[in-house]
């Protein structure tokens, strides 16, 4: 991937959705395996709190506040660098949104090893929700079957 | 966008001891405290006013930053969360410095009801010490005690006709680097 | 009234005690773990998670633990916990029409693009004990699955196809401003229906549907139809300010209920059903389908029915609906009284003392 890529919103919206989703114990396997790891230090500390969730009334209306969820955030800055790293994930596991942060600023950089990693991480959770959606498909009432022409 | 500068190394304990500090000068007005800052402060604010936004902001406490102070601005989104007032008078914390200092009166003063919902100010100033012209009385000092309060006497003229709508009031804290004294609206302040 | 009262240090310490050991009951029986009320009480968790208005798993299951599988209780832990953590962010609308379907029906079209996917419901279940389960070792852990060839296809919302023909309100306008929230601002009356929808949202599953039940025997009857049902898991986004674009942040399970409901219409507007919404944490269906129902009767006012009924009655349902305050209110009367009641006791004697004299007198 190319510099350029790696600096646009769309790319990064995309890899810190699958360091969000990874299992943190995946996440930590795969910083491990990288064959190196850039010291950073904590732009903000990880920190455990709330994140309001919204929903539509109507799915498509107007925005109302269901309930809060836990979830942890952190930001690290790669040292000797302005490459920020950001960390927000679901509940509180201060691990994982410091090795989402450390992964977003070292992805920012164009490391091929950790978007070698994140692709893995990616298709791991795809290959597992395939998987569970196909069990949920067998469930599946087909009247279209019954009632075709 | 440059980097924000770090917050707090140690988040709770450090938030703590500005929230002690803080509540030490409120009690004491006219006592002078030491707020040590975080590791890294933006510009626009002192070690002072950084670590009291640190401890006091939130999401739910709109901030106005004055003149200079602005600049912090991304620093305290990115460490608070604290939304920007649109005005003075929807703030709850406000900071300012000495030399572009808002009237008083231009901030939310409370209500009759619920007086604590008044805005906070944080202003820093050159050269605040113990002991000096100022004269102050209240609650929370035995008699009386001084204080020199480097901020312009039109200000303490506009601060002491609010004097009259206690409860309702504006509560203050001057800062000068890594040191704040606090004023709260009930504080009477005399030849500054 | 009542007041403080000193002492009884011991004996509370005692009944700590007594507690953890009637949690933990007979100790030659396995502990039962987190793990095990997360992955195997999940609809406890569920309704956990749901009206202590805290989606955490693993919290929930917690909560169940100590509180011995009282779930009020557990959600009243719940619910306290949270007040001990800062709001870092609010998210955007979770988009339900994206979810990962788990369970999708409609009881209203049998037709529907992406089809109608049962799931893992207790519809069609017997509803017999099965017996097997009290056998250990009697449920085998991953028991074969029959896979499909295909995963479930796209399934776009009921609503948006019927909405395309007219034949459904719209969605009204997104309101300006700020999103109201009640643990921010107190509930106020009247509330609007963004306010209600938050405090349906968290309350008691049990009192929404006796109130949903009532609807539909009659008090308030407004012809509902499970226009769809939806379970499964959304994406959940926020936008930092420090960023500027939206990221996601992990993924929630909900349950969501569109219901369709009697059509109203007028010389100025065309026949049109109306809609009723719940929206729940996890998997949720009743509590979804009750919100839905309760959802639609407190719209009487707006859509100018008549309100005749307790589940239209916006403050009585608001008021009541939450079991931390509900439970909090009725068990304080166990806290002690003896200074009020010693007063009520000393009026009666001094009215029996007063009537007994005046007969005397008149004797």
Same mark, same amino acid.
């Given at each position: 991937?190319?510099?350029?890529?790696?600096?646009?919103?769309?790319?990064?919206?995309?890899?810190?959705?699958?360091?969000?989703?990874?299992?943190?114990?995946?996440?930590?396997?795969?910083?491990?395996?990288?064959?190196?790891?850039?010291?950073?230090?904590?732009?903000?500390?990880?920190?455990?709190?709330?994140?309001?969730?919204?929903?539509?009334?109507?799915?498509?209306?107007?925005?109302?506040?269901?309930?809060?969820?836990?979830?942890?955030?952190?930001?690290?800055?790669?040292?000797?660098?302005?490459?920020?790293?950001?960390?927000?994930?679901?509940?509180?596991?201060?691990?994982?949104?410091?090795?989402?942060?450390?992964?977003?600023?070292?992805?920012?950089?164009?490391?091929?090893?950790?978007?070698?990693?994140?692709?893995?991480?990616?298709?791991?959770?795809?290959?597992?929700?395939?998987?569970?959606?196909?069990?949920?498909?067998?469930?599946?009432?087909?009247?279209?079957?019954?009632?075709?022409? | 966008?440059?980097?924000?500068?770090?917050?707090?190394?140690?988040?709770?304990?450090?938030?703590?001891?500005?929230?002690?500090?803080?509540?030490?000068?409120?009690?004491?007005?006219?006592?002078?405290?030491?707020?040590?800052?975080?590791?890294?402060?933006?510009?626009?604010?002192?070690?002072?006013?950084?670590?009291?936004?640190?401890?006091?902001?939130?999401?739910?406490?709109?901030?106005?930053?004055?003149?200079?102070?602005?600049?912090?601005?991304?620093?305290?989104?990115?460490?608070?969360?604290?939304?920007?007032?649109?005005?003075?008078?929807?703030?709850?914390?406000?900071?300012?410095?000495?030399?572009?200092?808002?009237?008083?009166?231009?901030?939310?003063?409370?209500?009759?009801?619920?007086?604590?919902?008044?805005?906070?100010?944080?202003?820093?100033?050159?050269?605040?010490?113990?002991?000096?012209?100022?004269?102050?009385?209240?609650? !929370?000092?035995?008699?009386?005690?001084?204080?020199?309060?480097?901020?312009?006497?039109?200000?303490?003229?506009?601060?002491?006709?609010?004097?009259?709508?206690?409860?309702?009031?504006?509560?203050?804290?001057?800062?000068? !680097?890594?040191?704040?004294?606090?004023?709260?609206?009930?504080?009477?302040?005399? !030849?500054? | 009234?009542?007041?403080?009262?000193?002492?009884?240090?011991?004996?509370?310490?005692?009944?700590?005690?007594?507690?953890?050991?009637?949690?933990?009951?007979?100790?030659?029986?396995?502990?039962?773990?987190?793990?095990?009320?997360?992955?195997?009480?999940?609809?406890?968790?569920?309704?956990?998670?749901?009206?202590?208005?805290?989606?955490?798993?693993?919290?929930?299951?917690?909560?169940?633990?100590?509180?011995?599988?009282?779930?009020?209780?557990?959600?009243?832990?719940?619910?306290?916990?949270?007040?001990?953590?800062?709001?870092?962010?609010?998210?955007?609308?979770?988009?339900?029409?994206?979810?990962?379907?788990?369970?999708?029906?409609?009881?209203?079209?049998?037709?529907?693009?992406?089809?109608?996917?049962?799931?893992?419901?207790?519809?069609?279940?017997?509803?017999?004990?099965?017996?097997?389960?009290?056998?250990?070792?009697?449920?085998?852990?991953?028991?074969?699955?029959?896979?499909?060839?295909?995963?479930?296809?796209?399934?776009?919302?009921?609503?948006?196809?019927?909405?395309?023909?007219?034949?459904?309100?719209?969605?009204?306008?997104?309101?300006?401003?700020?999103?109201?929230?009640?643990?921010?601002?107190?509930?106020?009356?009247?509330?609007?229906?963004?306010?209600?929808?938050?405090?349906?949202?968290?309350?008691?599953?049990?009192?929404?549907?006796?109130?949903?039940?009532?609807?539909?025997?009659?008090?308030?009857?407004?012809?509902?139809?499970?226009?769809?049902?939806?379970?499964?898991?959304?994406?959940?986004?926020?936008?930092?300010?420090?960023?500027?674009?939206?990221?996601?942040?992990?993924?929630?399970?909900?349950?969501?209920?569109?219901?369709?409901?009697?059509?109203?219409?007028?010389?100025?507007?065309?026949?049109?059903?109306?809609?009723?919404?719940?929206?729940? @944490?996890?998997?949720?269906?009743?509590?979804?389908?009750?919100?839905?129902?309760?959802?639609?009767?407190?719209?009487?006012?707006?859509?100018?029915?008549?309100?005749?009924?307790?589940?239209?009655?916006?403050?009585?349902?608001?008021?009541?609906?939450?079991?931390?305050?509900?439970?909090? @209110?009725?068990?304080?009367?166990?806290?002690?009284?003896?200074?009020? @009641?010693?007063?009520?006791?000393?009026?009666?004697?001094?009215?029996?003392?007063?009537?007994?004299?005046?007969?005397?007198?008149?004797?």
């Amino acid at each position: 991937m190319s510099r350029q890529d790696d600096d646009s919103p769309k790319a990064r919206q995309a890899w810190i959705r699958v360091l969000a989703k990874a299992a943190p114990a995946e996440l930590a396997a795969e910083w491990a395996a990288l064959p190196s790891r850039p010291a950073y230090s904590f732009l903000r500390r990880p920190e455990t709190g709330l994140a309001m969730i919204r929903g539509r009334i109507g799915g498509d209306g107007s925005a109302f506040n269901l309930g809060e969820a836990s979830a942890t955030r952190a930001a690290i800055r790669l040292d000797g660098t302005e490459t920020m790293g950001f960390g927000f994930v679901l509940g509180r596991d201060a691990r994982h949104a410091e090795l989402a942060a450390a992964f977003d600023a070292l992805l920012q950089t164009g490391a091929a090893a950790a978007h070698a990693a994140v692709a893995r991480l990616d298709n791991a959770r795809r290959a597992r929700e395939a998987a569970e959606s196909r069990r949920i498909a067998a469930s599946k009432v087909d009247f279209f079957a019954m009632t075709r022409e | 966008m440059p980097l924000p500068e770090p917050g707090f190394a140690d988040p709770v304990a450090e938030s703590q001891r500005a929230f002690r500090a803080l509540l030490d000068a409120i009690a004491h007005p006219g006592r002078i405290v030491d707020i040590p800052g975080p590791a890294g402060r933006p510009e626009g604010l002192s070690i002072a006013q950084s670590a009291i936004a640190l401890a006091l902001l939130d999401g739910d406490t709109p901030v106005w930053l004055a003149g200079p102070c602005a600049s912090a601005r991304p620093w305290i989104a990115f460490h608070t969360g604290a939304p920007a007032a649109p005005r003075p008078d929807g703030a709850r914390f406000a900071f300012a410095e000495a030399g572009e200092l808002p009237a008083p009166g231009a901030f939310d003063l409370g209500t009759d009801a619920y007086p604590d919902r008044s805005t906070t100010l944080i202003i820093e100033t050159p050269g605040l010490a113990a002991g000096g012209n100022a004269l102050l009385s209240g609650p !929370g000092i035995a008699g009386t005690t001084r204080a020199t309060l480097p901020l312009p006497r039109a200000f303490f003229a506009a601060r002491a006709e609010l004097a009259e709508l206690f409860p309702r009031g504006l509560d203050l804290v001057l800062t000068d !680097g890594a040191r704040a004294l606090a004023l709260p609206r009930g504080t009477r302040v005399e !030849g500054a | 009234m009542y007041v403080a009262v000193k002492g009884g240090e011991v004996a509370i310490d005692a009944a700590h005690r007594l507690l953890a050991r009637a949690r933990r009951g007979d100790g030659t029986v396995a502990e039962v773990s987190l793990a095990q009320i997360e992955g195997q009480l999940s609809l406890a968790a569920d309704r956990v998670m749901g009206e202590a208005s805290l989606y955490d798993r693993t919290l929930a299951a917690l909560a169940i633990k100590q509180a011995r599988g009282d779930l009020v209780e557990a959600i009243f832990l719940l619910r306290a916990y949270r007040t001990t953590l800062p709001r870092l962010a609010a998210s955007e609308p979770v988009d339900t029409g994206t979810m990962r379907i788990r369970r999708r029906i409609s009881a209203a079209f049998k037709d529907l693009p992406g089809g109608q996917v049962l799931g893992p419901t207790f519809d069609y279940t017997h509803r017999l004990l099965d017996f097997a389960l009290a056998a250990e070792g009697g449920a085998p852990a991953g028991e074969a699955t029959p896979e499909a060839p295909d995963p479930v296809a796209p399934c776009p919302r009921v609503a948006g196809f019927l909405n395309k023909e007219g034949l459904i309100e719209p969605a009204a306008a997104p309101e300006p401003g700020a999103v109201p929230d009640i643990t921010r601002a107190p509930l106020d009356y009247p509330a609007d229906r963004r306010t209600r929808l938050q405090a349906l949202a968290r309350g008691d599953e049990g009192y929404l549907l006796a109130l949903a039940y009532s609807t539909q025997r009659g008090y308030a009857n407004n012809h509902p139809f499970a226009g769809e049902i939806r379970t499964g898991k959304v994406d959940v986004e926020i936008v930092p300010e420090e960023l500027g674009f939206p990221v996601c942040i992990g993924e929630i399970d909900l349950t969501e209920c569109e219901m369709i409901n009697q059509f109203v219409g007028g010389p100025d507007r065309p026949a049109q059903f109306t809609r009723g919404y719940g929206l729940a @944490f996890g998997e949720q269906e009743r509590k979804s389908m009750a919100m839905a129902l309760v959802d639609r009767a407190l719209r009487a006012d707006e859509l100018g029915e008549p309100r005749t009924a307790p589940a239209q009655d916006e403050e009585f349902v608001l008021a009541h609906c939450d079991n931390v305050e509900a439970s909090g @209110f009725v068990q304080h009367l166990k806290l002690p009284h003896y200074v009020d @009641f010693q007063s009520e006791l000393d009026v009666i004697r001094r009215i029996r003392a007063a009537a007994a004299s005046k007969r005397e007198a008149a004797e």
